[in-house]
């Protein structure tokens, strides 16, 4: 039977289990049926086939396009960055629950065959295991804040960088749009306020167009982060109250359950604060990114359109595959 036609038959009916090896999510089986995500044993930890990644590389060139005029200045990371920076920039006030940090085996011979024997024996093998240096990348744009910081005040137009990572979030789940390494595209604007509120209505509107041109369901609404705590309500809520984050949703999961597809933020002054970065008259520079999640907009196309790529509608081939 034609994927697409077993998707529309079975639609989502909820999750009854935590356990990833008998995972009932219809979406997820039906993806990893069909082969386009390929399972790991870990709960959002997956391969990706042909298919999968033409379409994910096609959304990026789109965003590439749709972003043509914005003079961005391209650079790419690792999907890891530095510890120092990542402790500076204080993800871990806000979502420590969702940190990544890389540790490695620091001992030497005697402690290596302590942790064989710990291997041999089923135990925890991790006692030898030290921090390094290096955290992995929560979002695109963590690791760009100190290198624009370091050269110095911003030109009168401000700053506008284009960056791409995988990113790491701890937050396994049997839901296949939750993912525990994803890739992120973004667009990060530093300048004054009125050029981070004029670049995030600008992104909102070009968000919505790219949906548009999808062909693919979506709304506009107001979000916060998931801030951690009893102080992360209250983070949570001044977020919602200054209409700091919005997010373009659409339903992939189930038709009742919108799910975030692309970010639009405002920081304000938190990251210029936070780095030092300047105005190009000297004042602290405010920062704002729109985010595109690439395997969630991949995984609504083929919710929406079928898994058979041939046979998308060919208005939406034609606005990821046939160049202008
Ligand atoms: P955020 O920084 O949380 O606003 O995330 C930016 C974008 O990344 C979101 O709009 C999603 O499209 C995507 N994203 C966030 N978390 C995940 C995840 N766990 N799995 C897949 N994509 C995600
Ligand atoms: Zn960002």
């Known amino acids: 039977m034609d994927e697409s036609v077993a998707v529309k038959e079975r639609p989502f009916s909820g999750f009854n289990t935590s356990d990833d090896r008998t995972g009932v999510n219809s979406l997820r089986d039906a993806l990893v049926q069909a082969g386009l995500l390929i399972p790991t044993g870990v709960q959002g930890l997956f391969g990706r086939d042909e298919r999968f990644e033409r379409v994910v590389e096609a959304i990026d060139s789109l965003v590439t396009r749709l972003g043509a005029d914005q003079n961005a200045e391209v650079l790419r990371f690792p999907p890891a960055m530095s510890r120092i920076e990542f402790e500076r920039s204080e993800y871990l006030k806000g979502f420590p629950q969702l940190a990544g940090t890389v540790h490695s085996f620091c ?192 995984l609504a196309l083929f919710k929406h359109h079928g898994f058979d790529i041939a046979r998308w509608p060919q208005t939406v081939r034609d606005v990821l595959w046939k160049r202008p």
């Open 107 to 298: 001992g030497g011979e005697h402690e290596q065959q302590r942790v064989l024997q710990c291997l041999d024996r089923g135990d925890d093998w991790t006692e030898y295991q030290k921090p390094t240096y290096v955290v992995m990348t929560p979002a695109a744009c963590y690791p760009v804040y100190p290198v624009i910081a370091q050269r110095g005040s911003l030109p009168e137009q401000g700053n506008t960088v284009d960056v791409f990572s995988y990113c790491f979030r701890h937050e396994p789940s049997l839901d296949p749009t939750r993912m525990q390494l994803f890739r992120m595209r973004e667009y990060v604007r530093f300048g004054t306020p009125a050029q981070i509120m004029a670049f995030r209505s600008e992104w909102i509107e070009r968000g919505t167009r790219l949906a548009k041109l999808l062909e693919l369901p979506n709304s506009i609404d107001l979000a916060n982060d998931p801030f951690f705590g009893r102080g992360g309500k209250i983070a949570a809520h001044s977020q919602r109250e200054q209409s700091l984050k919005f997010e373009l949703l659409i339903p992939i999961e189930s038709a009742d359950k919108l799910t975030a597809c692309l970010s639009f933020n405002y920081h304000v002054d938190h990251f210029g604060l936070l780095w030092g970065i300047k105005t190009h008259d000297l004042g602290v520079a405010h920062t704002g990114c729109v985010g595109f999640g690439l395997e969630r907009l991949t």
